[in-house]
């Protein structure tokens, strides 16, 4: 994969956490329940971290190298429910 076709997709991945991080936060705001509440905002905070990590990646270009070994850690974003 070229640098050219990974920017592309790192932009793409960018712009629909930016649509999810204003969905999530819009539904926090209109739910009336606090469970469900929370778990809005919890996906909003989760995407909002995802979001700064892409763009961290879209930053350094060296990471475009070798990436067969390429790991999002998507889990790592996510914190276990209490």
Do not use: C, P
Not at 11 to 29: G, T, V
Not at 34 to 59: C, I, M, N, P
């Amino acid at each position: 994969m070229d640098q050219k076709n990974f920017q592309e997709m790192i932009d793409f991945a960018i712009q629909r956490e930016i649509e999810s991080i204003h969905f999530y936060n819009q539904a926090s705001k209109m739910v009336k329940t606090s469970g469900t509440k929370d778990l809005f905002l919890d996906l909003f905070e989760a995407g909002r971290r995802y979001k700064e990590k892409l763009e961290e990646w879209r930053r350094e270009r060296s990471r475009w190298e070798g990436l067969r070994r390429f790991n999002l850690k998507i889990s790592d974003l996510f914190v276990e429910a209490e």
